[in-house]
Nanobody
Framework: QVQLVESGGGLVQAGGSLRLSCTAS????????MGWYRQPPGKQRELVAL???????NYADSVKGRFTISRDNAKNTVYLQMNNLKPEDTAVYYC??????????WGQGTQVTVSS
């Protein structure tokens, strides 16, 4: 049974930083791409960043240059370093283990709130 547990969310002022972590169990972590998604209040869930099995990364335009996704296969963990946070980054952040187009396992989410 695959489980993903996020941590690291919280309340931060605009311009501040947070690092989210997502630790997976129940799968061979290094075999799968991982993604971070977010769902702002009243809006649909959206992709934030992806990291492939070889470490290639992709980012939403809104976070390029501010957020960095990384992975530590030895720790079964994917990270999202978020710098220069803006109020519009306020959302519940989810990690996802990608199993195919539209298929994967989700974590429970962690709240990030950025005050102006």
């Amino acid at each position: 049974q695959v489980q993903l547990v996020e941590s690291g969310g919280g309340l931060v002022q605009a311009g501040g930083s947070l690092r989210l972590s997502c630790t997976a169990s129940g799968s061979i972590f290094s075999n799968y791409a991982m993604g971070w998604y977010r769902q702002p209040p009243g809006k649909q869930r959206e992709l934030v960043a992806l990291i492939g099995t070889a470490g290639t990364t992709n980012y939403a335009d809104s976070v390029k240059g501010r957020f960095t996704i990384s992975r530590d296969n030895a720790k079964n963990t994917v990270y999202l370093q978020m710098n220069n946070l803006k109020p519009e980054d306020t959302a519940v952040y989810y990690c996802k283990q990608q199993r195919g187009p539209g298929i994967g396992y989700w974590g429970q989410g962690t709240q990030v709130t950025v005050s102006s």
